[in-house]
């Protein structure tokens, strides 16, 4: 018996092996380009001639014309958080009012966001940029949160399907308490809501360090130290300046995607907990 | 519940048989409950009118000049006090646009609260004859919290998705009726109403229009993108996740993360990278011409040019390319939430399949499959849609790096790899064609509405909400 299952087991171990090393190749490569000596893409070989940490001490101290990712950091740190703030509250709110209550022109609502979403986002966002170059907030990062934050609510079945799933008694018992449709919302229902209300903090907060189009719309200005972190390092790899900051980008690339894969990890877990059972069912 | 004592009336029953409290209140909001001495709210209404009403006033003259969208062009003309030239007084067309939808939309909210109002005044003057309490300030806020507590939930959203999606929106739809395009910039030149002169650009093959060639052109690769990268990375997600997930794999954790980190990696980055790494003098071309197999692939003519493999840069290579490095970011994607499906088939219905003499591709056909299909079937569609407007993978692999030959697409403004959605924004940014842009815009909508309209009945049909409660 153990004879016969020794070699499906090495095939499928190789198999398995294959796989991952066909998708973890291109990470490698950008760890090891990051490390190399070489400034541009390394043409000659896969692994780099000499280690060095050159490229992350250039990038991390730079404030140039071309490369300035303290800048780039600092600015889309605080779009995220002003983002996240904002993009939870409304999903969170509009999840619940459309999960728990009844009222008129709950139906024409929902219509409506499932109408909206089938539109191409930025189609919108032309019109938007005029409005917000007319407020004098385009180039600015309270534009950014703007944009950002502004259309989030539209996203909100994944946290409503969630919501469906939990009990109705629990509500009722506790106006039986005498609390009100608030207290439910933010002390009975949030917290057994736990795994969505992160899934949305987290999707809200990556959202700015993921997203190239609306900034690259918004922030159009081409001043180095307005960019985001995905427009800033788009910027080390165009035509003019790969062959000088490519090891700075995948420096750049290293350092961003640590905190955010961890985050994407963490997130991945809970929206696949939230919408595959494991969740509170009455 | 003594409140809703009073009959519902309609708009017109409550207008002329209300007392004159009500009939003021269709002039001045707050003029019922002031007369029922409901002072603090009386005021709050008619603060609410005043303020709606000054920004329909301040918009009014946009409105005027919709219907032509702006006469006076912008020129520089010399001020005989300031001595020097001056621009004149011009009409911006965008302004006037965007403005004159805002303030039709104003008036539509102001006369709809108005209804409300003198309905509201009139019940209040029912509930006061038959001797009822009239609820005072502090118990209209409270209601804020319980009864209408989905007022102040969706307050901010509402208010955030209506200027930042749905105005911006209308506005756009209707740039596709005008001929806002390079030549008619605003604010140096005006554009005007054109009806639906940009459909026909289109469609039409008469006056051989750039447009008419490359818009099937664009449609069909927007399909055919849209059909195989959501079906490729959903069957491969499925197969990818059995194979982790088999019995036989040990340390399932640990191949898990080696495949999520490929997709944990923000996408700029990722694809970024894949495209240098595959870009014409790139690592990937040397080691191929190290090995010979450049030279294979030029003598067997797979490749136009001896040397280079063009496989970001040629049609028939970068297409095909394109799917294989989608399929590369999203086949971890599917396989996480085909994992968590897989984890949640009941134990029992594979192993009595075993036991009555299933082998593996039965159970996989008659048991596995059926059940994820049955589950995550209906995010095929979403995926579809998705797909449909996945603007990240086209744009971030071929920006700089994919040059049309073909010259009629290239006055379009569109290439052989692009959707219709980077197309669309080609055509803004690079063009500043927004006419056209806007006409495109319209058709994923049609192209996306098609797709939905399965899953539509789902989201909000009866029955299925309630499923669960």
Redesign the interface.
């Given at each position: 018996m153990k004879r016969r299952?020794l070699l499906?087991?090495i095939l499928?171990?190789g198999?398995?092996l294959i796989?991952?090393a066909?998708?973890?190749t291109?990470?490698l490569?950008?760890v090891l380009t990051s490390f190399g000596v070489d400034e541009g893409?390394?043409?000659?070989?896969?692994f780099p001639q000499a280690l060095t940490l050159r490229h992350y001490r250039e990038l991390l101290s730079s404030s140039g014309s071309v490369s300035s990712f303290p800048a780039w950091f600092t600015n889309t740190l605080i779009v995220a958080v002003f983002t996240c703030l904002?993009s939870t509250?409304?999903?969170l709110?509009?999840a619940?009012?459309m999960s728990f209550?009844r009222?008129r022109g709950?139906?024409v609502?929902?219509?409506?966001?499932?109408l909206?979403n089938?539109?191409?986002?930025?189609?919108?966002?032309?019109?938007?940029y005029?409005?917000l170059r007319?407020a004098g907030l385009t180039n600015t990062l309270a534009g950014l949160v703007?944009?950002y934050?502004?259309?989030?609510?539209?996203d909100?079945?994944i946290a409503k399907g969630f919501f469906?799933?939990v009990?109705?008694s629990l509500r009722e018992a506790a106006w039986l308490e005498g609390a009100?449709?608030?207290i439910v919302?933010r002390r009975i229902i949030l917290p057994l809501a736990r795994p969505i209300v992160v899934y949305t903090v987290i999707s809200s907060f990556l959202y700015p360090?993921?997203d190239?189009?609306y900034a690259?719309?918004i922030m159009s200005s081409g001043i180095a130290m307005d960019k985001t972190v995905?427009l800033g390092?788009?910027s080390l790899?165009?035509?003019v300046n790969?062959n000088r900051y490519?090891a700075q980008?995948?420096a750049g690339?290293v350092i961003?995607?640590m905190p955010?894969?961890?985050l994407?990890?963490i997130m991945?877990k809970f929206y696949?907990e939230g919408?595959?059972?494991g969740s509170v069912?009455? | 519940m003594k409140r809703t004592a009073a009959t519902k009336e309609s708009f017109f029953q409550a207008f002329t048989r209300g007392d004159a409290g009500v009939k003021l209140t269709a002039l001045f909001w707050g003029a019922g409950c002031l007369v029922r001495r409901q002072t603090g709210k009386g005021l709050l209404l008619l603060l609410e009118q005043t303020v709606l009403l000054l920004c329909v006033l301040l918009t009014l003259p946009f409105l005027r000049k919709l219907p032509t969208l702006g006469t006076v062009q912008a020129e520089r003309i010399w001020d005989p006090v300031a001595r020097r030239n001056v621009w004149n007084d011009y009409d911006n067309s965008f302004l006037i646009l965007l403005f004159g939808v805002i303030c039709l939309l104003l008036i539509g909210l102001y006369l709809l609260k108005t209804l409300q109002m003198v309905k509201a005044a009139r019940q209040a003057e029912q509930t006061a004859a038959v001797g009822g309490q009239l609820p005072t300030l502090r118990q209209d806020a409270g209601r804020l919290l319980h009864q209408d507590f989905h007022r102040t939930l969706l307050f901010l959203p509402v208010a955030g998705v209506t200027l930042v999606m749905a105005i911006p929106l209308l506005v756009m739809i209707l740039i596709a009726f005008t001929n806002y395009d390079r030549s008619h910039l605003v604010p140096t030149n005006l554009f005007t109403w054109v009806g639906l002169d940009n459909f026909r650009l289109l469609t039409s093959l008469a006056n051989s229009s750039a447009f008419a060639y490359a818009f099937p052109r664009v449609l069909g690769w927007t399909l055919l993108w849209a059909v195989s990268a959501t079906l490729s990375c959903y069957f491969g997600g499925i197969l990818m996740a059995m194979l982790v997930n088999h019995r036989r794999t040990v340390a399932k954790p640990f191949w898990r993360t080696c495949f999520m980190v490929a997709m944990a990696v923000p996408q700029f980055v990722s694809l970024l990278l894949v495209r240098n790494l595959f870009a014409d003098v790139g690592i990937i071309n040397t080691l191929c011409k190290q090995w010979g197999v450049t030279d294979w692939l030029y003598r067997i003519g797979a490749i136009p040019t001896a040397g280079v493999i063009p496989f970001l840069t040629h049609p028939s290579w970068a297409r095909p390319m394109i799917l294989l490095i989608n399929f590369w970011v999203g086949v971890p994607y599917q396989m996480l939430i085909a994992t968590g499906v897989l984890i949640n088939i009941p134990r029992e219905l594979t192993e009595a399949a075993r036991i009555d003499g299933a082998n593996a591709l039965q159970v996989f056909r008659r048991i596995t499959l059926p059940y994820i299909l049955h589950i995550t079937g209906p995010s095929l569609i979403s995926g579809m849609v998705a797909n449909v407007n996945n603007f990240n993978v086209i744009w971030l692999l071929s920006r700089d790096v994919y040059v049309t030959t073909d010259q009629q697409l290239a006055a379009a403004g569109a290439t052989e790899v692009d959707l219709l959605v980077t197309w669309l924004y080609r055509l803004t940014q690079d063009q500043s064609n927004y006419k056209m842009a806007s006409v495109i815009g319209l058709l994923v909508f049609l192209v996306c509405s098609a797709l939905t309209l399965v899953t539509f009945s789902r989201i909000t049909g009866r029955g299925r909400e309630e499923a669960f409660q």
């Open positions: 299952a499906p087991g499928h171990h198999l398995l796989l991952a066909l998708w973890l291109p990470i490569w950008l893409p390394n043409l000659r070989t896969f904002l509250v409304s999903v709110s509009t619940y009012a209550l009222f709950r139906k609502l929902m219509k409506a966001a499932v909206l089938l539109f191409p986002g930025f189609l919108g966002m032309i019109a938007v005029f409005i007319e703007i944009v934050s502004g259309g989030a609510a539209v909100y079945l469906d799933t009990s109705r009100n449709e608030w919302f360090w993921m190239f189009v690259s719309i995905a390092l788009f790899v165009d035509k790969r490519f980008f995948c690339g961003v995607s955010i894969s961890v994407f990890i991945q696949v919408i595959t059972g069912k009455g | -």
